[in-house]
């Protein structure tokens, strides 16, 4: 199993730097006793310097092949209830938090349980690329968020979730409504096995708050209508959902360029909007 191939079809890429490892840790801000949940553990690589923190660990992977293997090669810390492993994808831990369990093996519910009952929880992750978008927003949006995220991410989208120069787009937008992200580090594709073909980075995502329930639905319904013609002017997008009337005022109250385009506005500007545009 130590030489298992990864699987293309799960996006596998086994980091193999005990120093990025390390620091990825570091990030997290751990400490004795604080519950993180680790996504695609794989082979155990970062979990092993996550149980170095004495933090308590739920990680969650979806090839039976590494759940298997993660049992033998950390038997003592899950006898212990230091580690817990939990078989399933990700994506169906959402279904899992609205109480809807079916969807997931009955030996992870119970771990599931636990952690969905703890106060607070961190989470640590080095997910495949095309999950970052989906398991980031999901995550800020649930009712009991993390308190701390530290993942893994191609560095482009990295860079344009920090970005600050007109260049925002749903992802960035989302993050920063409910966290402030920072990138960490830059992690060249050599400290992966397999070695993707770009670089990826440490992206931190902290002093997370749950959002107001209307407000944020009222925003996020915006901002997915603006964004749905991305590449057009934002007053001709939104003039085909709301009052031409009402956009002209908004555009002149907050100075903006008539001909900008959805990535053009920061998150106060998108705030702004939806303060002043009756939407519901």
């Known amino acids: 199993m130590a030489n298992k191939r990864p699987k293309k ?113 961190k989470l640590v992750a080095n997910i495949p690329y095309y999950l970052t978008s989906h398991l980031t927003t999901s995550f800020l949006k649930l009712s009991n968020p993390p308190t701390i995220m530290v993942l893994m991410i191609q560095k482009e989208v990295a860079e344009r979730i920090v970005s600050k120069d007109g260049k925002e787009n749903l992802l960035s937008l989302s993050v920063k409504y409910y966290g402030e992200p920072k990138i960490e580090r830059l992690v060249k594709a050599g400290s992966f096995f397999p070695k993707p073909k770009v670089d990826s980075a440490v992206i931190s995502i902290k002093n997370i708050h749950i959002g107001k329930p209307k407000e944020g639905k009222n925003f996020f319904n915006l901002i997915e209508k603006g964004f749905s013609q991305r590449r057009k002017k934002l007053l001709s997008v939104l003039g085909q959902y709301y009052d031409k009337k009402i956009l002209a005022q908004a555009w002149r109250k907050y100075s903006l360029q008539e001909n900008i385009r959805p990535e053009g506005l920061s998150l106060k500007d998108w705030k702004s909007l939806t303060d002043f545009i009756p939407i519901e």
């Open 9 to 121: 079809s799960l996006g596998q890429n086994f980091l193999t730097s005990k120093t990025i490892a390390e620091g990825v840790v570091s990030s997290a801000c751990l400490v004795s006793g604080e519950v993180v949940l680790e996504i695609g553990p794989g082979k155990g690589f970062l979990t092993k310097e996550l149980l170095k923190t004495g933090a308590r660990v739920v990680a969650i992977e979806k090839d039976k092949e590494l759940v298997f293997f993660l049992q033998s090669e950390f038997a003592e810390e899950l006898k212990t209830g230091k580690l817990k492993v939990v078989e399933g994808d990700v994506r169906e831990f959402f279904s899992f938090s609205e109480r809807n369990s079916s969807r997931l093996p009955k030996s992870g519910q119970g771990a599931l349980e636990e952690f969905l009952s703890s106060k607070t929880y």
